[in-house]
């Protein structure tokens, strides 16, 4: 069982910057490969990014060269630097343990935190 706190969302102007933690609890994060998703309001939960267990990243082509995952395998955390963002990244963020299947879809990860919410005003 691995519990999994996000934290650090908030409001940012359109350009700004803002770094997602999320810590897990119960099992190591280093044998996890841990996934970031996002979901605005009345829309899907869609894939921003993924950190494989051998720190191999992979994002979103809508947050590519913006967002950059990273861990700390010592502090059991992980985290989304986020820069340049613009409204259209208005969303609660979410962290996730994957275990196994399409990294991209929300359905092959079994742990997940309870989201915090980045607002980034038009």
């Known amino acids: 069982q691995v519990q999994l706190v996000e934290s650090g969302g908030g409001l940012v102007q359109t350009g700004g910057s803002l770094r997602l933690s999320c810590v897990a609890s119960?099992?190591?994060?280093?044998?996890?490969?841990m996934g970031w998703f996002r979901q605005a309001p009345g829309k899907e939960r869609e894939f921003v990014g993924i950190?494989?267990?051998?720190?191999?990243?992979y994002y979103a082509d809508s947050v590519k060269g913006r967002f950059t995952n990273s861990r700390d395998n010592a502090k059991n955390t992980v985290y989304l630097q986020m820069n340049s963002l613009k409204p259209e990244d208005t969303a609660v963020y979410y962290c996730a343990a994957h275990r196994g299947g399409n990294y991209y879809n929300d359905r092959s990860y079994g742990y997940w935190g309870q989201g915090t919410q980045v607002t980034v005003p038009s």
């Open positions: 119960g099992r190591t994060l280093s044998s996890y490969d």
């Open positions: 950190s494989w267990s051998g720190r191999t990243t």
